[in-house]
């Protein structure tokens, strides 16, 4: 996937900035115009809904090379006006790319650029049907949002193992729609069986195919 | 919608030919070979999966005018081989357009269908998020599927209410993973709250606002 990104980032860097943002920080507000898309280099980015009883949790990830702003992408050529449904946030610190969408747009009439932007577009939709399982059992639904961070975010220790920084149980809560002990509960048995190792500030995850979403499983 | 889809729909019949299926078709296998990208004109295709204890459900629904076959789509230009991973068969009669991907892929060269076929993968990134509340209450899930089915065979009837045909609630617990004293009980609800009446062969939607997916709640 980084390999199929590097193009259009290479495009997206040649007419744009690249943005860094710290976790926490909003990208797209609710109901905002939609006049840009968004391309995530590095981090995650939740799209964060609230409830009817005012609790906020994140609706789904999104994670690298994934594009935020589709639905102003696909409206372009339509007069009326495209919002946003939910409000980005940056659940770590991210580094972006936001790109004019007639910009994106007119990278479709280069087949090379085509094919990534395509593929980038039918991966998000792979990914967003990924964090919500089916099924009333929170463990799948936390174990998709750990390979979610392995993914995005993790990065190689020495001893060749991934780690996922700066992470808290709390977080990961957040995420899933869960609470802190079912969190802890069912990283501890994933720690039992050897697949993760839970750190002080960190999680390592020494079977990274462990967790990948099984589409038949 | 349904206008946004007539140029693609037009080219699509002057390319190909139009497929009617039955109910409990299979359109495509799991793990065939994506040569085609199927457009949806009428009736609701569920993308099946069987579960570690070989219980089959529906994994997503698509409805019109929405394409199957994303990732073949996608992966245009590359090499490897793309594969389906799941299988997509009908939950109601169906009729559909079977287009070569390249066909499709050639369709974006031309900027007024290329804002249509945009708006089709863009409309099945939000419409899947759609059908799987990330919440454990059902009831949620099977309005989803309700307002999908009323959207996609909903008919008018001479009293201007909209008419989902032929529908049993058997047919909904397999949609949304339940069973079907659960289906009947939510149903029952929302027909004491005037939302919907249940006929013998048919759900008659009254209040079809009602159902519609809020995505700020």
């Not at 949790?57 to 946003?84: N, T, W």
Request: charged fraction near 25%; glycine fraction near 6%.
């Amino acid at each position: 996937m980084v390999e199929t990104a590097c193009l259009f980032q290479q495009r997206c860097l040649r007419q744009n900035s690249v943005i860094r943002a710290q976790k926490g920080t909003t990208i797209v507000m609710p109901e905002q115009r939609v006049s840009y898309v968004y391309h995530l280099h590095e981090g995650i980015v939740g799209f964060f809904r609230t409830s009817a009883t005012g609790r906020e949790a994140v609706d789904y990830l999104i994670v690298p090379p994934h594009l935020i702003g589709l639905a102003g992408f696909a409206g372009m050529d339509r007069k009326e006006s495209v919002y946003h449904l939910a409000e980005a946030r940056a659940i770590t610190p991210v580094t972006y790319c936001k790109t004019k969408r007639e910009a994106v747009w007119d990278l479709l009439d280069d087949r090379g650029a085509r094919s990534q932007i395509m593929e980038m577009i039918c991966g998000t939709v792979f990914f967003l049907t990924a964090p919500a399982p089916l099924v009333s059992d929170l463990a799948p639904r936390i174990i998709t949002i750990l390979d979610a961070l392995t993914r995005s975010i993790g990065t190689r220790d020495p001893n060749g193992r991934t780690v996922i920084p700066g992470i808290t149980h709390g977080d990961i809560a957040a995420m899933s729609k869960t609470t802190r002990p079912t969190v802890s509960r069912v990283l501890e048995r994933l720690e039992e069986r050897g697949i993760i190792q839970i750190g002080r500030r960190n999680i390592v995850v020494v079977k990274p195919e462990a967790l990948r979403h099984k589409p038949w499983s």
